[in-house]
């Protein structure tokens, strides 16, 4: 099994800067994938970013150049560095494992980012 914990959503104002991480606990293997998502209100939910164990990333053209997605070395946290913050970025960020092993998607429970105008 495997657990996701995120932290860091928060409020903060248009222009401004925030940091999301996520911390998975259990059996990770080397071929997971881990990243984020998100889901605005009334709105399906959405890639935002992706890294592979060997560092590989995806990025939604949405968030290119503002955001950054990175992975520790021990390779079971992964984080999410928002800047220049826009409040169509308003929605909850979920953390996601994809275990390609199997073809199975883990989900933490989500984080909050909310950006004023």
């Known amino acids: 099994q495997v657990q996701l914990v995120e932290s860091g959503g928060g409020l903060v104002q248009a222009g401004g800067s925030l940091r999301l991480s996520c911390a998975a606990s259990?059996?990770?293997?080397?071929?997971?994938?881990m990243g984020w998502y998100r889901q605005a209100p009334g709105k399906q939910r959405e890639l935002v970013a992706t890294?592979?164990?060997?560092?590989?990333?995806n990025y939604a053209d949405s968030v290119k150049g503002r955001f950054t997605i990175s992975r520790d070395n021990a390779k079971t946290t992964v984080h999410l560095q928002m800047n220049s913050l826009k409040p169509e970025d308003t929605a909850v960020y979920y953390c996601n494992l994809y275990r390609r092993a199997y073809g199975m998607d883990y989900w933490g429970k989500g984080t909050l980012v909310t950006v004023s105008s």
């Open positions: 890294i592979t164990r060997g560092g590989d990333t």
């Open positions: 259990g059996t990770i293997f080397n071929t997971d994938a």
